[in-house]
């Protein structure tokens, strides 16, 4: 039994319970014993946009309707978790003070990990979330393709390794992940940047046999790919489960800009991907 909590952060155009983030969710609670707490805020459609088209009854209607079928996905959710033998719980009513993103966010810091997916095209944009969680909360975070419909297995992971303080802390908050794992892949992706340090494989994978790990680095070329592109793609080529690495950013004019590799990853996720800041 162990004591980890996880949050999935479900919206109502982008959720099903047998596929995808929620899929996902559910069968990672239950291969580490933890709990699932299901977070999807009720946000009304009362926007300025329809006020002059319908009438307040037709208003209140149709966010009683959102709300009901919120409330179904939810409890669809938890029926799913309770099949599995998961200890899970589901809310759908939130504290409005501060807006539904930051109260997501808030409650992220609260759980182990948090699960979610990236798509853009709904109402309330899941990226928009998952951008916020990601910087703000503190807390490792996976993003999972909508489409995702292998059920759960860590046995291989892929490891994205620069030798830096975000690719340590990605691999340190992915240790109860990693742990599941018949085989870890530390990739070192050559050509992309100038490493500051640069112990050797023998160091590294002693290392992490310590932690109870079967890990082997292994080194590949850039070539004409973008970072994005040859981390998922060597996760792929490697029959990986999940991506692993560290989220980067910047500041500029105090709005946080992501780097190129973690937006590109976000923009189109081929496989769940664990990124951590």
């Not at 319970?17 to 996902?24: D, K, L, N, T, Y």
Request: aromatic share 6%; charged share 20%.
């Amino acid at each position: 039994m162990t004591n980890h909590n996880l949050l999935l952060y479900a919206s109502l155009e982008g959720s099903q319970p047998a596929i995808g983030s929620a899929a996902f969710a559910i069968n990672a609670a239950a291969a580490l014993g933890a709990h699932l707490n299901i977070l999807a805020p009720h946000v009304d459609v009362r926007t300025p946009d329809n006020w002059g088209s319908r009438t307040a009854e037709q208003i209140e209607r149709d966010d009683k309707e959102r709300h009901n079928k919120l409330t179904g996905l939810v409890e669809s959710i938890l029926a799913k978790a309770h099949a599995n033998a998961v200890s899970a719980s589901g809310q759908t009513d939130w504290a409005h003070a501060f807006g539904p993103i930051p109260f997501v966010g808030d409650q992220a810091k609260l759980h182990d990990l948090v699960i979610m997916g990236t798509d853009q095209s709904i109402f309330l944009s899941e990226r928009k979330f998952a951008e916020h969680v990601l910087i703000e909360a503190g807390r490792p975070v996976v993003f999972v393709p909508p489409d995702h419909a292998g059920s759960f297995s860590c046995k291989r992971v892929t490891v994205a390794w620069d030798h830096t303080r975000s690719a340590a802390r990605a691999l340190h908050d992915a240790l109860p992940l990693l742990r599941l794992a018949e085989e870890v892949i530390l990739t070192v992706i050559g050509g992309e940047k100038q490493f500051q340090t640069n112990p050797d494989a023998t160091t590294i994978e002693g290392a992490l046999s310590r932690k109870g790990l079967n890990a082997r680095l292994e080194q590949v070329d850039l070539g004409q790919r973008t970072i994005g592109q040859a981390l998922q793609h060597e996760a792929l080529a490697n029959e990986a489960d999940l991506l692993v690495m560290g989220a980067y950013g910047h500041s500029r004019l105090r709005e946080f800009i992501l780097g190129g590799a973690t937006r590109e990853v976000l923009e189109n996720p081929r496989l769940p991907v664990l990124m951590s800041h």
